[in-house]
């Protein structure tokens, strides 16, 4: 395992808290999906190979249309996947978390990358390079399985915000991203489920491809009618709300 610390002023770490990391680094390992139930001794012998990569909030991690070299893992952090149009507007394609992957689709596709990878939180990731991912492969069969089932379930929901920007307006592309965040987060509360870090409404313009101020105006309404309930930094969106984001069931 090698470390590579982007940017430069973030320090090295003493030897003990390296150890510790490297005990990290084999649980993260372990719990990604792709690598799921593999030995010990391979999960090992990946924690070697990889490289850790730590990056700010703000950061990038990888660019667009830079060629691709390496696959990630998120360690710590949040990631967002974005795309720049001409004008600078940001699309966020997806928010990633701690054992999600990203930086698989150039490899296989011989292709520059297809995002640019940000960090949202301080973010640190572990690098594997295509030489070691392939020896990996060639090596356990069952990890291509795997990146198979994430590449399609990453294809249904790329379908399903495609559907979304055909067929629903921006009130309901809203509830159903703001439901969506708060069950990937999984908090529960009493009055429904609790998005700890509340995204700006920017960062919600960015994600359900809408403007600030639009996203403002609806975001405000769903708010006076009690169907999100901002405290702090965090976001409550209630049952009621969560109900209406499901789809209405024959009888
Ligand atoms: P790659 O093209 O190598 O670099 C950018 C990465 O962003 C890409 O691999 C994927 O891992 C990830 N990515 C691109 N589009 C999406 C998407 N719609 N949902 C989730 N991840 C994505």
């Known amino acids: 395992m090698t470390l590579s610390a982007l940017p430069r002023s973030v320090p090295t770490a003493p030897l003990a808290l390296q150890q510790d990391e490297q005990a ?39 660019n667009q249309d830079e060629p691709g070299d390496a696959l990630y893992v998120i360690m710590a952090g949040r990631v967002k996947i974005v795309v720049f149009g001409d004008s600078g507007r940001e699309v966020t394609l997806s928010v990633l978390r701690p054992g999600d992957i990203f930086g698989e689709m150039s490899l296989f596709d011989g292709h ?76 529960d509360s009493p009055e429904g489920l609790v998005i700890r870090r509340r995204p700006t409404q920017q960062d919600l313009a960015n994600m359900v491809g809408s403007c600030r101020e639009t996203i403002s105006r609806t975001f405000n309404s769903l708010a006076r009618k009690g169907l999100i309930v901002p405290r702090g930094r965090a976001l409550i969106v209630t049952k009621r709300l969560v109900q209406m984001s499901e789809p209405a069931r024959a009888a």
């Open 112 to 187: 520059t990358r297809s995002a640019n990878v940000v960090a949202i939180d301080p973010t640190t990731v572990l690098a594997l390079s295509r030489e070691d991912l392939e020896r990996h492969i060639a090596a356990q069969p069952g990890t291509a399985m795997r990146l198979l089932g994430e590449m399609a379930r990453r294809l249904r929901r790329a379908d399903e915000t495609i559907a979304e920007l055909a067929l629903c307006d921006v009130s309901e592309r809203l509830i159903r991203k703001l439901v969506g965040l708060a069950r990937e987060e999984g908090g």
């Open 24 to 62: 990290r680094v084999r649980a993260t390992l372990a719990k990604v999906s792709i690598f799921l139930d593999l030995p010990a001794t391979v999960i090992d012998d990946l924690a070697r190979r990889i490289t850790i990569r730590r990056v700010l909030g703000g950061n990038p991690i990888v």
